[in-house]
């Protein structure tokens, strides 16, 4: 026969054969679902009751007693001090100033809920004044927050789970970017030709010309990186400066295809190897560029390059560009020689790229191009 829960139990309820603890408690505000089953027995249920509630509400204050939105923001950079660049703890300071400013000043337990984060994300599609891209790197960073956010116990799962739902990159347009500033053949040989002769200069800026490494993966170039049988160099690590005097080699570079290693011509190989006769390197871990003669161990600073680069570009008299624009002036040459598919794999292998980054970014059609591959289809 079945028995009826008796109402001066509440919470406790006889469901399909067995009694359930089915209760909700409100902390700080939040409600808190303590639910269990499978007792055979009223008292059973009663004895179990006030041991769950406890154990159900110290999960809860663990979640709920969480700190300012701008403390966390600090304990968050200290995190990721040892897996990011600084210029992208940067970022992360001004996107909690700026972008996610609603936050300021109230513990994170009561923003970083599902109804609070909705809203922010719509005001932020809904800012026209930021770019497309930079609004993918907000999103991108708010959803590395929430989730140490879970990790560290400050936000229940669920919250979690239903944030990450409602953070999806921007889908539209990207604004037009700038056209990037690059130089052609004859005033990169201008550039070239005013480099002093036999100088480590003009060994520096050949290998960074042929090669059109960024420029952090130059200066981390070391000794052991030349295969001087092979004339080739390895990129295998990166310099990341840590403010103004300290900095990291690290073996972890931009993507999976920065990885690789480059052929260098005849002329730029014979620089390379009576430069390393001068340097006279005792140790293959020695920086190819060191920052001065008496530290090898040291690399060159990039505002060292830059500076040098700026002088040069003066005395040659051509287009200012930044280094960064010699990795852009290479790669535009190497398609324009590209003659099909499989050496446009190639020439994105030789600078770290995906073969369709390169399509996409260097293979824009010319009309000149365009009109000769209508008329080799008419010659068909």
């Known amino acids: ?8 139990v509440p919470g406790i309820f006889y469901r399909e054969g067995h009694y359930v603890i089915d209760h909700i408690k409100s902390v700080k505000g939040k409600r808190i679902h303590i639910y269990k089953s499978g ?9 179990e009751m006030p041991r769950l509630i406890e154990r ?9 007693s969480s700190p300012l939105f701008e403390d966390f923001v600090k304990e968050f950079k200290r995190y990721r001090l040892n897996h990011v660049r600084p210029s992208t703890l940067q970022q992360i300071d001004s996107m909690a100033r700026v972008h996610m400013k609603v936050f300021l ?12 984060i909705g809203k922010w994300y719509e005001s932020l599609l809904g800012d026209d004044s930021i770019s497309t891209q930079w609004k993918n790197k907000i999103i991108s960073a708010c959803k590395k927050m929430f989730e140490m956010a879970w990790k560290w116990k400050y936000i229940p799962s669920d919250h ?15 604004r037009r970017t700038k056209e990037k500033k690059i130089w052609t053949a ?13 100088s480590d200069d003009q060994v520096m800026f050949h290998l960074f010309c042929t090669l059109g490494a960024r420029i952090s993966e130059f200066t981390g170039l070391t000794w052991d990186c030349l295969d001087k049988k092979k ?8 310099v990341i400066y840590i403010g103004l005097s300290h900095f990291v080699l690290t073996e972890e570079l931009k993507t999976s295809e920065s990885y690789r290693r480059c052929k260098l011509d005849q002329r730029t190989l014979a620089l390379l190897l009576r430069y390393e006769e001068r340097q006279n390197p005792s140790d293959p871990k020695e920086f190819i560029f060191p920052s001065s003669p008496y530290n090898h161990y040291r690399p060159t600073a990039k505002s060292t390059l830059r500076r040098k680069m700026e002088t040069y570009i003066q005395l040659a008299k051509v287009p200012r560009i930044t280094p960064h624009g010699i990795r852009h002036t290479k790669a535009t040459m190497l398609m324009a020689v ?6 446009v794999k190639a020439a994105a292998r030789y600078l770290g790229h995906s073969a369709t980054m390169m399509v996409d970014t260097y293979g824009h059609a010319r009309e000149d191009s365009t009109a000769l591959i209508v008329q080799r289809l008419e010659k068909r």
């Open 1 to 8: 026969m079945k028995t009826s829960t008796p109402t001066q």
């Open 39 to 47: 007792f055979l027995t009223l008292e059973a249920a009663q004895n």
């Open 56 to 64: 159900k509400l110290a999960q809860a204050s663990s979640c709920f």
């Open 105 to 116: 000043g109230k513990p994170i337990c009561q923003t970083f809920n599902p109804q609070t």
């Open 160 to 174: 979690w789970a239903d944030i990450s739902n409602i953070l999806e990159s921007v889908q539209e347009s990207k």
């Open 186 to 198: 004859s005033q990169l040989n201008r550039f070239l030709s005013v480099l002093p002769e036999g």
């Open 231 to 238: 004339g080739t160099i390895e990129i295998k690590q990166q």
């Open 338 to 343: 590209c003659k099909n598919m499989a050496e």
